[in-house]
């Protein structure tokens, strides 16, 4: 069984969606990879900003 | 005034001989074969290591995989699921993602066996786009 932490799930989510966002969603090698590098620094950053929001409207 | 019989001749030329729809069949039922069907190795072994990637961490997250029910969300989970192709009728022959949930990441699981099945699809519409011509192979 794998019981990863949520960040790590996050950056796991990030990396596989933002792979396949990357290579369908450009045309060229070069357009795929920064559109890729683009859409997981949107994933994992927003996560955290998300994170920070909660925490602080929890306390 | 060449340039519009130059243009359609153009077209003629490259439109797409055979049964178009053979990546999208193929890139659904298993992840990355319809670009390795369109020669492209690269993007189609980077799709399927995503994508199976996505759904075997789902299983061993102990994400549940949907089967028909009568509830509304659950539909809607099947048919994310229904997505990843061979990979859903094989977990489901399989009993694999069938039991129930008991930790806090199979949640996160579920969510990740859904989400392979959406990402799958969206790969095998890529594929078909290569096949079609509407995307420069």
């Known amino acids: 069984m794998f019981t990863p932490s949520h960040f790590t799930a996050v950056l796991l989510f990030a990396l596989f969606a933002s792979t396949v966002f990357g290579i369908t969603m450009r045309e060229t090698p070069k357009r795929m990879v920064r559109y890729g590098a683009y859409c ?13 929001l909660m925490y602080f409207i929890a306390r | 005034m060449a340039e519009p019989q130059n243009t359609s001749a153009a077209a003629v030329n490259s439109t797409p001989q055979g049964f178009v ?6 890139g659904w039922l298993v992840p990355g074969a319809g670009h390795f069907l369109m020669r492209k190795w690269g993007r189609g ?3 399927a290591v995503s994508i199976l990637g996505m759904f075997v961490l789902g299983l061993a997250m102990q994400g549940k995989v949907y089967a028909h029910s009568g509830d509304i969300l659950d539909m809607l989970g099947l048919v994310g699921d229904l997505g990843t192709g061979l990979l859903y009728i094989v977990s489901r022959a399989l009993g694999l993602g069938a039991d129930a949930v008991q930790v806090t990441t199979a949640d ?18 890529d594929a078909h786009n290569l096949r079609t011509g509407r995307k420069p192979l």
């Open chain 1, 40 to 52: 997981f620094v949107l994933f994992v950053g927003s996560a955290i900003l998300l994170s920070w």
């Open chain 2, 21 to 26: 729809y053979l990546p999208l069949i193929v």
């Open chain 2, 45 to 47: 072994a980077l799709l």
């Open chain 2, 108 to 125: 996160y699981g579920t969510r990740f066996i859904v989400v392979a099945g959406l990402l799958n699809v969206v790969a095998a519409v």
